[in-house]
Every structure is written in C-alpha cells, then in structure tokens.
C-alpha cells in the first residue's frame, strides 16, 4: 500500500502488545515529510485501517555524507 504511493520506509519495527497475544505495535519510519502529498495520503490510509496510529513526528532530511565536517 505504501509502495504503491511510492513512499519508503526507512525502518519497520513490530513489538508485540503486552497481554494480547498475537497482537503488535508497529514503528515505521518514512521517508519525506508529512506536508508530501503521497506521504499525507499513505498516513490518512493508515489511520482508517489501523486500530490506532500516532504521528510522532516528522524531521529534516540529515546531511550528506559528503558536506559533512566541511570547513569553509
């Protein structure tokens, strides 16, 4: 679903919910930011679907590799 909006995932974590067996708590990490068009849509489509969904947050992009430690 998320693919198909063309939205990575940096990181998917599952932990199981404690007392529910069977049941688990997933942590994803996207790539771009919540203001994006495609991420917007692929969270509202998370939001129906999911027993409970939370925004954590959303971060700037780091440097590159290549300019970082750069002294001018």
């Given at each position: ?12 974590e599952s ?28 969270c509202s ?16 992009k780091a ?10």
């Amino acid at each position: 679903m998320l693919s198909a909006k063309g939205i990575n995932l940096a990181k998917i974590e599952s932990r199981p919910i404690k007392g529910k067996q069977w049941k688990y708590l997933f942590f994803m990490d996207l790539v771009g930011h919540i203001e994006e068009p495609a991420i917007k849509e692929g969270c509202s489509i998370l939001q129906q679907i999911c027993a409970h969904y939370e925004w954590l947050g959303s971060y700037p992009k780091a440097e590159s590799s290549d300019t970082v430690g750069e002294h001018v």
